[in-house]
């Protein structure tokens, strides 16, 4: 509780970003079936977004499916596009007590029907709460989603909405998944794993890293605030100076 007071006695990060790595390891170490480890993690994922909520953390982003994890195998990819549903009959109640909002970010071409519906269904039921917003990135890749912003641009230009010299950062960045959102304050990633992969690459560009040993699974309140923590000593400059 000590630690939780320090946090909160300084500003925290407006929009935080966590790469949930470590589901599967974590169900190994425990000779569990890897979706063990993936329904572990969707249940720690509630406790740490209502953490997230009461620290007033504003946005939380989370990695929950990358556009390469189709190359998994089908029985975990299966499970992994139930997460949706998940969201709907298992945190509905405390993320309504909580007035959380849920968006979803990424492609919607390659999810089934059930689960666009269910999405929508989600996004529209929540739209109108106050606290936090939590942002899910299920077939999400920042390659594809900065692809997918230049081709619409491109499509403006020629269709006659936009004009080559109003191109800006900002009329790109409106055409991003994440174009109701701000950019990344601070990014987490667990497992011990250090690089982005493929993840927020553009809203990321100022945020401040923290990597962590431990498996999503087993990440605690107690983890976010030693993150925060960090986040809260550093200098934050933005390519400028800072007396």
Not at 6 to 14: F, N
Not at 22 to 50: C, E, F
Not at 77 to 103: A, G, H, S
């Amino acid at each position: 509780m000590r630690l939780k007071q320090q946090v909160m006695a300084k500003p925290v990060p407006k929009h935080i970003a966590i790469i949930l790595d470590g589901n599967g390891r974590w169900a190994k170490r425990r000779n569990l079936p890897r979706h063990a480890g993936h329904k572990q993690g969707a249940i720690n994922l509630q406790k740490i977004t209502l953490e997230a909520h009461q620290l007033g953390i504003r946005f939380l982003s989370v990695y929950a499916f990358s556009t390469e994890n189709w190359r998994r195998p089908k029985e975990e990819i299966d499970y992994l596009m139930n997460l949706p549903k998940i969201f709907e009959e298992e945190y509905k109640d405390n993320f309504k007590e909580y007035d959380i909002r849920v968006v979803f970010s990424g492609r919607r071409d390659r999810i089934s029907q059930a689960n666009l519906d269910l999405m929508q269904r989600v996004e529209e039921k929540t739209k109108d709460r106050k606290g936090l917003t939590l942002n899910v990135c299920l077939d999400y890749g920042s390659h594809d989603e900065i692809t997918r912003a230049a081709k619409k641009v491109a499509e403006d230009v020629l269709n006659g909405q936009l004009t080559l010299a109003s191109i800006n950062e900002d009329v790109f960045a409106s055409r991003l998944y994440t174009r109701d959102l701000p950019d990344v304050d601070l990014l987490i990633r667990t497992s011990g794993e250090v690089r982005l992969s493929n993840f927020l690459l553009w809203q990321v560009a100022y945020a401040e890293f923290y990597f962590t040993k431990v498996l999503w699974p087993s990440f605690s309140a107690k983890h976010l605030y030693k993150a925060i923590k960090h986040y809260q000593k550093r200098h934050r400059k933005f390519g400028g100076l800072k007396e």
